[in-house]
């Protein structure tokens, strides 16, 4: 699945694949990052996306396929020679070196002299906001302000890609939001073409150019967070990013017809779908309450805060629905269900 | 490619090196106990026999000594073990002040050479009548043995998680069927490295031995001494493989725990 | 609980100690009063509070002593330095690869700790004798190899071969316990494999390097086994000349001034220990 635009992408991928300890980890990978573009890989454990940025790191080598930075085929060059920067998923702060220390290592690798080595340091330090403890040491500054010494770390060597394994991940939720939208802030200003891999589909949708959701080994889908949401390629990434209510069953214009029989109306018209491998998909936002559509009672409210989830039986299917908080439906009760949207899936892909 | 094949070629030299400078002499040593005599330089003995073991083995003295060892070793580790510890617990589990200070303590009465130490001892020795006795000997022994048993195991103990504990706790057990359900099973292959180290460590004791239990208590090494002076080279063979048997039977057992680190940890003050 | 072993050490090794150092320097009532009975040259003082350093001004102004003294801490600090290295080398191979050759390398190693010493020391000597293993291949090649038997370079071999297996899993154990991560960031921002052992991993296994040097150094300052069998009459180790002092020639004041002087010696390389202890402790926070 590639989408390619001009000679020299940021990062490309093509036909890469992975074999550890016997099994296939990634099998015939193809990815292409525009310069400047942040592409999140999105998948659960085991999909293949840490071994994937490994590949473009360098600390694994592909089986098979190439991988070019800026155009350049770098398959074969080991990580200290890859214009390439990670910011680790513990952040992999040197203990014994304060934050200056760590985050000057690279340039004085690079024997940059000692004056330049404190500008791009301090200049670097200013742009995460830890300027105050230029001279500390990394067991005596928080989490999120050791994520922050990473990433200066890795933006300071000017890389041509850089690279996030699960940055937000030791974070606690209410710094997530910040600390995400401060990375991408970072990234757009300096306009780095960068690779983060996550399994928070929250973190890709919030920060990502595209995201290109994975599943064993393979890359499933590769867009923009909108259009993933509401076009997914296949059923895994229907379920993978948001949540979807699903059927088996068929769609016709302006009725989705569940496995069971039941007939609910539609708002948009659809593509129509039919075959016996075709499964109906709703979002729970746009599963409408209302005053006419198909009988169903209300199971459970739970509060979510400005919305509520009502988990509904609609004949022999349970569906959820989301409605605002302020006058949900009390348990027990008899409602008409309509579907705002739906799509389908025939085997397994996207039907538009 | 080229690059792979240096690095085969010196690893291999460099396994061959160290195999020589380790094993050479304990094969050569060994080679010595089969041998009727060996004529220089010939790279193999002249002949082969088994005569110098039957020697061994009829000699009562020898024996004597190897089970004069063996006795003193069993006793040093069990009267070890009763002393050290309950101290390898607290040392481990509970923060007094001055406990470091204790612990270096500890191992910093090691650092005075023995020699010196043992004439000082056989003075007090002499005082509480204690010379040629079979309790002066396994105290000096037990002294040799009090670094392994305190500070192995007490690493031991500080590395059992508390949530462990605490979830025994939490399911209905008393503090001792803690100790002995979770905490103690936990600690035992720290616990068995200081006992096979005090093992050895009671086998391998020498000098203080000498001074204190001859000409009464004669053991292995104080008989070695004498071998390697009095005997053949071949009888000083023969007796080395037979009494190099424990040591490698007994760390074969715990190699596993030696290697994953018990006795590296044991030894970082906490 | 913590009582016994304290107990036991302080009435039969610190105590001991401390009546030996004041035998040498002079006090020889109570419990000094039997070897005082059979010495030689010895210097004594009539009050408790009085002392005299003659005995050492013995031991100092002898030569032989001089020499044993320069022998023991030539040979203490080769043995230390070449364990330590031989140490790293083995942890670096076995930290980077992984493979057959470097678990053999390391299973090697620790080898010596099955032997005793006693069996190791005579081993030792007769592999370098004159009618030795290294003499008997060097022959067979044509060659005609030096006897280092009763030399002190035999006396530093099995020093290095009894001293290897703790230094080497002391300095395994901290190589390995660099993360894994750490490593990788460093070859990320452009470091060589030699820049990473010099900023990361040596750095950062350092505590258990001064570990395994010091308890090495402590080890060979105070030998004994070893250097009586593999090495010469003179010069020889303090362990074996202090020995000798007091068992031959009768002077066992002059023979606690050596001990002395070692555990002066000994407890320098032990602050080491302390101040590595602590530093490790200070960097985890935990001071």
């Known amino acids: ?352 | 490619m080229a690059v792979r094949w240096v690095r085969s070629a010196l690893g291999a030299v460099a396994v061959l090196a160290l195999a020589t400078f380790v094993l050479g002499p304990l094969l050569w040593l060994a080679a010595h106990a089969f041998a009727t005599s060996w004529t220089f330089p010939n790279l193999l003995p002249d002949g082969w026999t088994l005569h110098w073991w039957e020697e061994v083995f009829a000699d009562a003295q020898l024996f004597s000594s190897v089970r004069l060892s063996l006795a003193f070793a069993l006793t040093t580790i069990v009267v070890s073990s009763v002393l050290c510890l309950p101290a390898a617990y607290a040392f481990g589990r509970f923060d007094f002040p001055g406990r470091r200070t204790l612990l270096i303590g500890l191992f910093a009465t090691n650092a005075f050479p023995k020699t010196g130490l043992f004439v000082s001892l056989a003075a007090l020795f002499y005082a509480f009548d204690l010379m040629t006795t079979f309790t002066g000997v396994v105290i000096v022994h037990v002294l040799g043995t009090v670094v392994f048993m305190t500070w192995i195991p007490a690493a031991a103990f500080a590395a059992v998680p508390r949530s462990l504990e605490e979830a025994a706790r939490d399911a209905g057990a008393g503090p001792a069927r803690v100790f002995r359900s979770v905490t103690l099973p936990m600690a035992l292959p720290g616990i068995l490295v200081a006992v096979i180290m005090s093992f050895l460590a009671s086998f391998d004791e020498a000098q203080g031995t000498y001074l204190v239990g001859a000409p009464v208590f004669y053991t292995m090494p104080t008989e070695m001494y004498s071998l390697v002076l009095n005997y053949p080279r071949q009888v000083a063979a023969v007796f080395s493989i037979l009494l190099s048997i424990p040591s490698v039977a007994l760390l074969l057992l715990v190699r596993r725990h030696i290697m994953g680190g018990q006795l590296a940890e044991g030894f970082q003050i906490r | 609980m913590a009582a016994p072993p304290l107990l036991l050490v302080t009435v039969f090794v610190a105590f001991p100690i401390v009546v030996a150092v004041a035998y040498s320097l002079g006090h020889v009532g109570g419990l000094n009063a039997t070897i005082a009975s059979i010495a030689r040259e010895q210097h004594t003082v009539d009050a408790w509070w009085q002392q005299t350093f003659a005995a050492y001004g013995d031991v100092f102004a002898d030569e032989r002593f001089l020499r044993d003294l320069g022998t023991t801490v030539l040979v203490t600090l080769v043995t230390t330095v070449a364990v330590v290295l031989l140490a790293w080398v083995i942890a670096l191979y076995l930290r980077m690869s992984d493979s057959i050759p470097a678990k053999v390398l390391s299973a090697l190693a620790v080898v010596p700790m099955f032997i005793p010493v006693v069996i190791a020391s005579w081993a030792i000597l007769t592999f370098y004798a004159g009618d030795g293993f290294v003499r008997t291949i060097v022959q067979a090649f044509g060659g005609d190899a030096p006897t280092l038997g009763y030399t002190v370079v035999c006396i530093t071999i099995g020093m290095v071969w009894t001293q290897l297996p703790f230094a080497t899993l002391m300095i395994v154990s901290g190589v390995q316990g660099v993360p894994q991560p750490l490593i990788e960031a460093a070859a990320d921002a452009g470091a060589s494999f030699g820049r990473i052992v010099r900023s990361v991993i040596a750095p950062m296994a350092l505590v258990p390097t001064v570990i395994a040097a010091t308890f090495t150094a402590i080890g060979t300052l105070g030998a004994f086994t070893v250097p009586y069998f593999t090495g010469p009459n003179a010069p020889t180790m303090l362990g074996v000349e202090m020995a000798g002092y007091f068992t031959s020639f009768n002077l066992p004041q002059q023979a606690i001034v050596m001990a002395v002087v070692v555990f002066v010696i000994a407890a320098g390389f032990g602050a080491l220990y302390v101040w590595a202890n602590f530093r490790q402790a200070q960097d985890a926070g935990r001071v």
């Open chain 1, 1 to 352: 699945m590639t989408s390619d635009s001009g000679d020299h992408a940021g990062l490309r991928l093509r036909g890469v694949g992975k074999e550890l300890g016997g099994r296939s980890i990634v099998a015939d990978l193809d990815l292409t990052v525009a310069r400047g573009e942040l592409v999140c890989l999105l998948g659960p454990s085991g999909c293949g996306k840490t071994t994937t940025l490994r590949m473009i790191a360098g600390f694994l080598v592909p089986d098979t396929g190439v991988v070019e930075i800026d155009g350049v085929d770098v398959t074969g060059v080991r990580p200290e020679r890859r214009p390439t920067a990670m910011v680790f998923q513990n952040y992999a702060l040197w203990p014994h070196m304060s934050v200056f220390d760590n985050v000057a290592f690279g340039l004085k690798v690079r024997k940059v002299a000692k004056a330049e080595i404190a500008e791009r340091v301090e200049e670097m330090l200013e742009l995460v906001n830890l300027s105050h403890h230029i001279r500390s040491r990394p067991g005596r500054i928080s989490g999120g302000e050791q994520q922050r010494v990473a990433l200066a770390r890795a933006l300071v060597q000017r890389p041509a890609v850089l690279l996030l394994d699960e940055p937000l991940s030791n974070l606690d939720a209410k710094l997530r939001v910040r600390v995400r939208e401060d990375i991408r802030e970072i990234q757009q200003r300096l306009g780095i073409t960068t690779v983060v891999v996550t399994h928070d589909q929250d973190e890709a949708l919030s920060m990502a150019d595209r995201i290109a959701v994975m599943n064993d080994g393979r890359i499933e889908q590769v867009s923009s967070p909108t259009e993933l949401y509401r076009w997914p390629a296949t059923r895994f990434v229907g379920s993978f990013v948001g949540v979807l209510n699903t059927w088996s069953g068929t769609l016709e214009p302006d009725v989705a017809v569940l496995g069971d029989g039941t007939r609910v109306p539609l708002d948009t018209p659809a593509a129509s779908a039919a075959g016996s491998d075709t499964e109906i998909g709703v979002r729970p936002e746009d599963v409408v309450l209302g005053r006419n559509g198909a009988a169903a009672d209300v199971a459970r409210v739970v509060p979510r805060g400005h919305f509520a989830e009502v988990v509904l039986t609609l004949g022999e299917s349970t569906v959820r629905a989301y409605v605002s908080g302020e006058a949900p439906p009390a348990p027990g009760e008899r409602v008409c269900v309509r579907f705002r949207r739906a799509i389908a899936h025939a085997d397994g892909r996207l039907v538009r």
